[in-house]
């Protein structure tokens, strides 16, 4: 498979890395069929993301795309990270291969796990977007999941 320079960058330095202790939130998703698991940890203060760190298993793809989704979510408002999605973290990148895109959908729903878990403990009554959106489900057609 051919990656990108910035796949492989975030592969072998990825940013990021690790868990914050006393999170203001955790999402943690996997893939059952590729075996991947990514956690998310967040830390809110004001509505804005002030840091956020992750620990993923699974491939250089699984670990790039994590690495990605936290540097474009770092610094921003809980709602700019819930309009994340797995096409802006592979647009990042400069692309995937089409059997890699599912990391960039595990991504995203770490991102929304993670709000989730956010706005369930702070009461807060919103519902958050289904992640990828742009995956019908139907791996077929692009060798997903």
Do not use: Q, W
Not at 66 to 87: P, Q
Not at 119 to 136: F, H, L, Q, W
């Amino acid at each position: 498979m051919n990656y990108s320079e910035k796949v492989m960058d975030h592969f072998s330095n990825p940013r990021n890395v690790g868990e914050i202790e006393n999170p203001s939130a955790v999402g943690e998703v996997g893939n059952a069929v590729c075996g991947d698991i990514m956690k998310i940890y967040l830390k809110i203060e004001d509505g804005i993301i002030t840091d956020v760190k992750f620990k993923t298993f699974g491939c250089g793809a699984a670990i790039a795309t994590s690495s990605m989704a936290t540097e474009l979510i770092k610094g921003k408002s809980v709602d700019e990270a819930l309009a994340l999605t797995n096409k802006a973290v592979i647009e990042a990148l400069d692309g995937l291969p089409p059997a890699k895109i599912h990391c960039s959908v595990l991504a995203e729903e770490a991102v929304k796990a993670a709000i989730s878990d956010y706005y369930k403990k702070n009461g807060i009554d919103k519902e958050v977007p289904t992640a990828g959106a742009s995956c019908d489900g139907d791996c077929s057609a692009c060798n997903g999941h």
